[in-house]
């Protein structure tokens, strides 16, 4: 989301309501700039190979890494990045639940845990994620982004709307929120609060707009 400052928090926001689902490539270098248990020469060897579309590779270096020392949540962060890129979301959850285990305190790779599994197609695992995530940290707008979009898949719009509205509380601009609360309004029949999210969110992200609109039918 626009205000968000943390590498984890920007691949997040970045992986919209209905696109494809990856993790893309573009934030993957901002990742490894910050993850503090990775070198510079290596986080260089990962762009390389990410670089090339080689996230066999990267994961396993990350792997390899892991196996030499365990205790470092960043190599399983990677890791867990490598397997989402390449749609294995089990592998990616699966390490990214080891890196949260490592770090409780990291909301960010909680999210990501969250976003892998509800991609991995469980998205009542990945709202058990989130609700705990809220015990360590209520004020995380993609939490409550990614609890609305679990929502939706869920067929739950009127639920979804209050998590959209919660995340809009905590970060106004954050494009990818507005187009959710648009989708769960126009499910719930709130034809007027769909038009109006879609002026809110022209102003932000038009394309975007266009998008909610076309999908709603607000722009009729």
Do not use: H
């Amino acid at each position: 989301m626009a205000a968000a400052c943390t590498p984890q928090a920007q691949l997040i926001a970045a992986v919209a309501p209905y696109l494809t689902g990856l993790f893309p490539y573009e934030t993957f270098g901002t990742v490894l700039s910050n993850l503090k248990g990775v070198s510079n020469e290596n986080q260089k060897r990962l762009d390389q190979m990410a670089a090339k579309g080689d996230w066999e590779g990267v994961a396993k270096f990350a792997e390899d890494n892991i196996a030499k020392e365990r205790r470092i949540a960043d190599w399983w962060v990677v890791a867990g990045l490598a397997y989402a890129q390449m749609g294995q979301f089990p592998k990616a959850s699966e390490r990214f639940a080891e890196a949260v285990r490592l770090d409780p305190s990291d909301m960010e790779t909680r999210n990501l845990l969250a976003l892998s599994q509800r991609l991995g197609g469980d998205p009542q695992r990945a709202l058990k994620t989130l609700n705990a995530g809220l015990q360590v940290n209520q004020e995380s707008p993609e939490t409550f982004y990614l609890i609305g979009e679990c929502f939706l898949d869920l067929k739950q719009p009127e639920r979804a709307a209050q998590a959209f509205e919660r995340a809009l509380s905590l970060e106004p601009n954050a494009a990818e929120a507005w187009y959710g609360l648009g989708i769960a309004y126009a499910q719930l029949g709130r034809s007027a609060e769909t038009r109006e999210t879609v002026s809110r969110l022209r102003a932000l992200d038009p394309a975007l707009a266009d998008r909610l609109a076309a999908a709603t039918g607000a722009g009729r």
